[in-house]
């Protein structure tokens, strides 16, 4: 009997390979320029970058397509932050864009260590949370996108942020070597 209870365990016939050996020749790299392992590898992350008449956040299959709603709001329009879902920022940043909100993730790129490789790693600064302005339509369309899960409130009221005041932080996080003076 195996592992998998009633069902008898398969017995190779004379003439058959082995579980796990080849019976086709290896890939010679010269004739197929994928298997070259000194070819850099294909960039497969999606791209973060910041865009005043673009979305902020696009997938590599989105570049040539333009928002799904024009933008129609006014650049003081305020900004929320948005609490998503756990390991979705990315996502819930590509969807809020095709809304027609301006949506800014700031990420960071870390160096991180694998068994075998080093390697650079982009993550979000702010775990959980990414801003956005809705361009003259309230909170509300923020609300029902899905993977946001609710708005970050000062009481019972969404906090608002001045766009000078992301402004300032995209700066920051941007440009780390200036410093903003506080009045302090």
Partial sequence: MSVFGCFPRPVPTRGTPRAGT????????????????????????????????????????ERTRPPAHPPTGTPDDPWYVVWSEARAKKKVAERLAA????????????????????KMVTRPLFTGYLFAATRGAGYVPLLKTPGVL?????????????????????????????AIESDS
Avoid: N
């Fill in 22 to 61: 080849r019976t086709e020749p290896r890939a010679d790299p010269q004739a197929d320029p994928r298997l070259d392992p000194r070819r850099p590898p294909r960039p497969s992350a999606i791209t973060l970058t910041w865009s005043t008449d673009f979305p902020a956040v696009f997938s590599p299959r």
């Fill in 99 to 118: 809304r027609g909100c301006d949506v800014w993730l700031p990420t960071v790129t870390e160096k991180h260590r694998w068994s075998d490789r080093w």
């Fill in 150 to 178: 609710t708005l970050v409130k000062e009481g019972a009221q969404p906090a608002v942020l001045t766009p000078a005041y992301v402004a300032d932080l995209r700066r920051m996080v941007e440009h780390p070597e200036l």
